[in-house]
């Protein structure tokens, strides 16, 4: 007789367990759905104004060279780190050989490692 009552007990347990686990599911969706379609339309505002930065090598017909110095400071931070893609626009392709190019002037001296008052 008790393992009858353990059984209905347990199968109990289990339907309401998976009753609540199907509200908590039908609400998170709906939650989720609302906050996606808010989120949606601020955001679509807001990309309309950026503009995709240009590939500079690409722009001027140019191929990156570690003699042109001045060239390559535009792409290194204060601290003389190479700026990601995302900040320089410039394609894969541009970014490896820039970053190439920046280390050769390094080694060569014609760039810092770091920055002056670190150095010091």
């Given at each position: 007789?008790?393992?009858?009552?353990?059984?209905?007990r347990n199968q109990n347990d289990d339907e309401e367990q998976e009753e609540?686990?199907?509200?908590?599911?039908?609400?998170?969706?709906?939650?989720?759905?609302?906050?996606?379609?808010?989120r949606g339309d601020r955001s679509m505002r807001r990309r309309r104004g950026?503009?995709?930065?240009?590939?500079?090598?690409?722009?001027?017909?140019?191929?990156?060279?570690?003699?042109?110095?001045?060239?390559?400071?535009?792409?290194?931070?204060?601290?003389?780190?190479?700026?990601?893609?995302?900040?320089?626009?410039?394609?894969?392709?541009?970014?490896?050989?820039?970053?190439?190019?920046?280390?050769?002037?390094?080694?060569?001296?014609?760039?810092?490692?770091?920055?002056?008052?670190?150095?010091?």
């Amino acid at each position: 007789m008790s393992n009858r009552n353990d059984l209905d007990r347990n199968q109990n347990d289990d339907e309401e367990q998976e009753e609540r686990q199907d509200r908590q599911d039908r609400q998170g969706r709906q939650g989720r759905q609302d906050s996606y379609q808010d989120r949606g339309d601020r955001s679509m505002r807001r990309r309309r104004g950026r503009r995709r930065k240009e590939d500079y090598f690409r722009a001027n017909e140019l191929v990156p060279d570690y003699k042109d110095v001045d060239t390559l400071r535009r792409f290194l931070t204060d601290r003389a780190k190479i700026r990601p893609r995302r900040q320089t626009g410039l394609t894969s392709k541009n970014q490896r050989l820039l970053a190439r190019q920046i280390k050769r002037a390094r080694h060569l001296a014609l760039l810092p490692f770091t920055d002056e008052h670190m150095r010091g």
